[in-house]
């Protein structure tokens, strides 16, 4: 439902702003359209800034809305005169509606058999890709930045305490908090894809795919407002250097909200490493199927792609099938708050796979753009004979592969 529509039923809607100009001048006039009156979302906004702001003792009154300079961003909420007027003042490019993110729940087994606990050494997702082989080669991720926003991260499990460069936590208004020491998971989602982007070696079991790169972990999923705890978590990741955004998470169908955000990610030179959920064949979520996003299925390690793994032909000319590319995504074990392990399934468990090769690749070639990067994974992608391409894209791909060609774009 577009923001114009909201507003025939409601006094007032979330937008997100992206914008066209960032003087102070131009930024104080354009809050005076947010909508501030109780029980906004701009008031709740202004309300968790108050209380910052008092902790801080700063004195400006804050406005009624979120600001984020890399992302070039405001968040808030509108009425119908307030967006009128939104729409024409200088300072602003577009606007669009702001839906819930949230997260892309495992996919439950509806039975467990087999073992009780993951094989020592490398699990079965990390050899199919041939990551090992890079690890032959000397590469861990060493010296490159993930961003990781999910539901938080055990920070005191084994496999992650020394995997962690930085942690945050976005509040119910998307201002950031001092995580707890060590930081925790609000779940157990964000512990099980931390570990598997970066986990390091533990009890003889390899589950992380770099577990050289370092994790800029936030927990930004599920509660509050969760636009604006997502949209927190990624200017706090950009603003921290870091290269490569896993998002495991999204909203069912398709939505451009988040168009802009993703484009601004690239534009920083971080890669966003997105799932397509697991609404199955025909459906998929934004903003993992967007053109801009490196969109990521699941695989099976049958090389099927399993049924609730989403694919869909989108009605636009440049990429149009969704995902680019599929990796592991059932039968994942990987880290479970406290000091175990624990077996998942779903796409959630696949960005992390490529989050984690991407993370090698950088690591090899430190100069190489974000554009040569996925380039160079998505063209050692190979799809099996019998599995369509709407379903896979181009298929899963092969790390070795992946670093010939990064290679060959560097020196060519």
Known sequence: MSIDELLQHRRSAGVLVRLASRTVDDLKTLGDLFDAEAGSRGAMLAAGAAKRRRRQAEVPPPPP???FPKLGVAYGSVTRDGLDAM???RAVRSVSEANS???IRPVPYLALSGPSGPDKGPTWGI?????????AQGLTGKGVLVGHLDTGIDGAHPMLVDAIKKAA???ETGLERKPQKPPTDSGD????TAGTIAGRPFKKVQAGVAPGAMLLTAEVIEGGDSIARVLGGM???LNQGGRIMNLSLGWPNYTDSFLNIVDALRENECLPVIATGNDGEGASRSPGNYAQALSIGAVGPNGRIPMFSGSEVMNRPNQPIVPDIVAPGVDIWSAAPGDGFKLNQGTSQAPPHVSGLAALLMEAHPNATIDQVEAAIIVSATRGAQVPETRAGKGMPNAVAALAALSASMTG
């Open 65 to 67: 809305m979120l600001m």
């Open 87 to 89: 729409r024409k003042h």
């Open 101 to 103: 993110l949230r997260m």
């Open 127 to 135: 050899k199919a890709l041939r990551v090992d082989a890079l690890w």
């Open 169 to 171: 936590v976005f509040d």
């Open 189 to 192: 989602h964000g512990t099980h």
């Open 235 to 237: 200017e706090w990741v």
